[in-house]
């Protein structure tokens, strides 16, 4: 057996990329968003199709990437920040929530969402990760935008609603035809 394999297709020509910054922790938000831009540019993607919005903290991003999805034509998002452990549970709070609804809306919307959101137990490990992440992000996002798009279906005939492939024309037609032999056996002139 010699299965079909997808390779990896991380071109990013003609891709439109939002971008959603956290900027609670600012500067390691800053750092991750300026290597994805910087990655985003050498896959290919022009800087004139790259939106970058800013928001409060971790937790506004679920939303914010929600009414992207919504509102505009992207091929892919990414949500970039970092939450950093504190002396209270807070944490665990602001990094499960934003995961989750980062989450929900690649599932909701079928456009791809890198999560670069950095869990972190101080701010020294989320400043050591940032510059990767946020490379990684631009990486996912352009290689999930050309699968989503290459695993989309095909339709020679996108305005047929029931499904089928016949004339919808010719099946009205059968459907008279049928109509009329059955008021004929019945004796009904119609």
Request: hydrophobic letters at 40%; a negative charge.
């Amino acid at each position: 057996m010699n299965p079909y394999v997808m390779t990896p297709d991380m071109n990013g020509e003609g891709l439109h990329i939002g971008i959603v910054r956290a900027r609670f922790n600012a500067e390691i938000g800053e750092a991750e968003l300026q290597t994805c831009v910087d990655e985003l540019a050498t896959l290919g993607v022009d800087e004139r199709d790259v939106m970058v919005v800013s928001v409060p903290g971790a937790l506004e991003l679920g939303v914010t990437l929600a009414q992207m999805a919504e509102t505009f034509e992207f091929d892919a998002l990414i949500a970039l920040g970092a939450v950093i452990r504190g002396e209270t549970y807070h944490f665990e709070t602001v990094s499960n929530e934003s995961a989750a609804a980062i989450s929900r809306v690649a599932l909701e919307t079928g456009i791809p969402v890198a999560n670069g959101v950095l869990t972190a137990y101080t701010e020294e490990q989320a400043q050591v990760r940032a510059a990767d992440k946020g490379r990684d992000c631009a990486r996912v996002a352009v290689e999930m935008a050309n699968l989503v798009a290459a695993l989309e279906p095909e339709s020679d005939d996108d305005d047929d609603e029931d499904g089928d492939f016949e004339d919808d024309d010719e099946d009205e037609e059968d459907e008279d035809d049928e109509d009329d032999e059955k008021a004929k056996k019945e004796g009904r002139d119609d």
